[in-house]
């Protein structure tokens, strides 16, 4: 077996769900994965599967009314004196002292949309700055060194000029730029990229790839890249879990996920990708339908509806579990195992009940 490295985060069984007037829309309904460190895990998926509100949970940063209802985040926190323990951030105020020194300090997130995340009232030093400070205690000065030390280091052209630059004096590449500088300003652990490149040019979208990889290799920091394009997964991850509909249909290695996918949402979102072998004028597969309103899941497999390989009686009536179908990837369907997650409650149940009977000495 490989040397594997030590896990950073696990995520076991979380779940948040938005509760309305109108219903109660699963938005992450049982995703487990974990992130080792050192380590690209790239989550991929259509919109509205899920993606950025098990982030977001992540950061304990989910607005009402939505809120955690069950699960484990469980991370590896750094003591000041070299050593670690470990926390469940689902059990700690999001407003409390201890999450907020690691939101932002160990673990460090990337928006979707930097022209939103900056204040256009404030130049960028200043916000460089504040984040700095707030995390580390240094001088005014010190952390103003620290700030062009990190524009310098993502390729900030000037990057002590760009200090007293607003947000909307700069193109879309350089605020990106900025924004990984910010991100990286405390030196995070982890790093989340919540659809970096989305806005952005195919040009300049390379040359963030290409710093992000470049940066997480000379830092050996984790990264979690969320992203619906698995071209750009194809270049930056070393590990995918693949979502729909608020649940994990398919993980593995990406050379696996791409060269020997197991489920068929994963087949058809390939099928979908262009290629330099396609004929002109030629129509893209395409996956028939649309992700069920969240009001309205169906029974059974969220995908069924959309599957070309759907079994009646079975996949629209059982909920398929995420298990190993080899010692590199994981599935959740119907094709490759029996297994349900009705048939698990009733293992767990029954397995509740035979330690109830088992007397105590």
Known sequence: ?????????????????????????QAVDGVSFDVHEGQVVGVV?????????????????????????????????????????????????????????????????????????FSPVHTIGNQLVEAVRLHMDVSKREAERIAIERLHEVGMPSP?????????EL?????????????LSCSPRLLIAD??????DVTTQAQVLNLLRRLQRERDMSIIFITHDLGVIAQIADYVVVMYLGRIA???????????????????????????????KEFLPTIEGSIPHPFNRPAGCPFYPRCR????????????VLEPVNDRQSVSCFIHHNSSEEEEQEDESALQKARAQVPVN
């Not at 040397?3 to 829309?25: H, Q, V």
């Not at 590449?173 to 990984?180: E, N, P, T």
Request: glycine residues 8%; charged residues 25%; negative net charge.
């Open 309 to 320: 390989s759907f079994m009646p009686g079975i996949c629209d009536k059982r909920t398929p």
């Open 195 to 200: 659809e970096p490149t989305t806005a952005i």
């Open 45 to 117: 998926g259509e919109s509205g599967c899920g993606k950025s509100v098990t982030i977001k949970s992540v950061l304990r940063i989910i607005q009402k009314p939505g809120r955690i209802i069950d699960g484990e985040i469980l991370w590896w926190h750094r003591l000041g004196n070299g050593q670690e323990e470990l926390l469940d951030f689902a059990q700690l105020d999001p407003q409390g002292k201890r999450m907020r020194s690691i939101r932002g300090g160990e673990i460090a997130m990337i928006p979707q949309e930097p022209m939103a995340s």
């Open 250 to 280: 398919e993980t593995g290695p990406v050379d696996d996920i791409f060269h020997n996918p197991k489920h068929p949402y994963t087949i058809a979102l390939l099928e979908s990708i262009p290629t330099i072998h396609q004929l002109s």
């Open 171 to 183: 193109s879309g590449g350089l605020r990106q730029r900025a924004m990984i500088a910010m991100a």
């Open 1 to 25: 077996m490989e040397n594997e490295k030590k896990t950073l985060l696990s995520i076991r069984n979380l779940k948040t769900y938005f509760e309305m007037d109108e219903g109660t829309a």
């Open 160 to 168: 002590e000029q760009r200090l007293d630059a607003y947000s909307w």
